[in-house]
């Protein structure tokens, strides 16, 4: 997403929402490497110190922050071109206010709709005349379609490119509680609790 998807170059901001999940703790340490700013959006104040301690450049909590207010302050009155999202909703049409004129933002994710039934809470609300006036783009992006239409070279290529990164450290992926894959609902209660710790991993035995 940050490569091949929005092209985003060191010294350039990135803003992101979830900070705090494995997808937001890795776009930090992507940017740590490759030179580009991440604006890091978090719920809650007490997941704040964490992101700047794991080398986010700014952050935005929605608790007790505006975020449309937040980052031209941040990030000076050019604002900011890039973004990700993974929650949606208000959220999601926030992020995309923020853009600046031409700014790009690629939608991944969905949490906000998570266990809703309004349809109102199953959207996007866009603004649109940022489409228009300021020719902005808001795109998906799903995984499941990247592998269904790319190469299997370059499929290759990415994936090696991510396993070299997490070999040498560059990527730090936070340990995972492994669960026997015959206990499954155990693992899928865990991923469903507010606060489960690491990620449910199953396990396949031999």
Known sequence: ?????????????????????IVGQSVIQLGIHLGFKTL???RRRSAV??????????VICTEDEDLRDRVPDIVGAD???KAIDCVS???????SRALAPGGELVVFGALSTHRQTDPDKLAIPIFARSLIYETKTIRGFW??????????????AVINRTVQLADS???????????PVENFSEAVYLAEAAA????PLLVFEH
């Not at 997403?1 to 999940?21: C, F, I, N």
Request: net charge negative; proline share 4%.
């Open 1 to 21: 997403m940050t490569g091949d998807e929005l092209y985003v170059r060191p010294g350039e901001w990135l803003l992101q929402t979830a900070a705090g999940s």
């Open 143 to 156: 995984l499941f379609r990247w592998f269904a239409e790319t190469s299997k070279d370059r499929m290759a």
């Open 196 to 199: 489960h710790g690491g990620k």
């Open 89 to 95: 909703g208000q959220v999601g049409a926030d992020v």
């Open 40 to 42: 890091n959006v978090v």
């Open 49 to 58: 110190e964490g992101i700047l301690a794991l080398g986010g450049t700014a």
């Open 169 to 179: 450290g560059v990527l730090r992926v936070p340990d995972g509680q492994p669960i």
């Open 79 to 81: 604002g900011v071109s």
